[in-house]
């Protein structure tokens, strides 16, 4: 799937680079803008796993930091050791 935006069907609140940055930015839900590139994603398959890309950096995917108590959803350069 391409150029496709991640909504929380409880606060239409959309996945967004913070301030459209680039590989180690954060992940934030903001109000869905249609001209926004850094709203928009390609859900592709790497190794038998849904692997989300950022189309505004193609070179970075969706990841998750963190431990029990504390998350941070980033964007980081893709390993090929998923």
């Known amino acids: 799937m391409n150029n496709i935006y991640i909504m929380n069907e ?3 609140l959309v996945l967004t680079i913070e301030d459209g ?13 249609p001209g926004e590139p850094s709203q928009l994603f390609d859900i592709n398959y790497f190794n038998k796993q849904a692997v ?8 970075c995917v969706i990841t ?3 431990g029990i108590t504390f998350i941070s959803i980033l964007i980081k350069i893709m390993s090929h050791n998923l």
């Open 10 to 12: 409880n606060s239409g």
């Open 21 to 33: 940055g680039e590989a180690g930015s954060k992940i934030v839900q903001t109000e869905y803008d």
């Open 52 to 59: 989300i890309f950022s189309t505004l950096w193609p070179d």
């Open 64 to 66: 998750v930091d963190g």
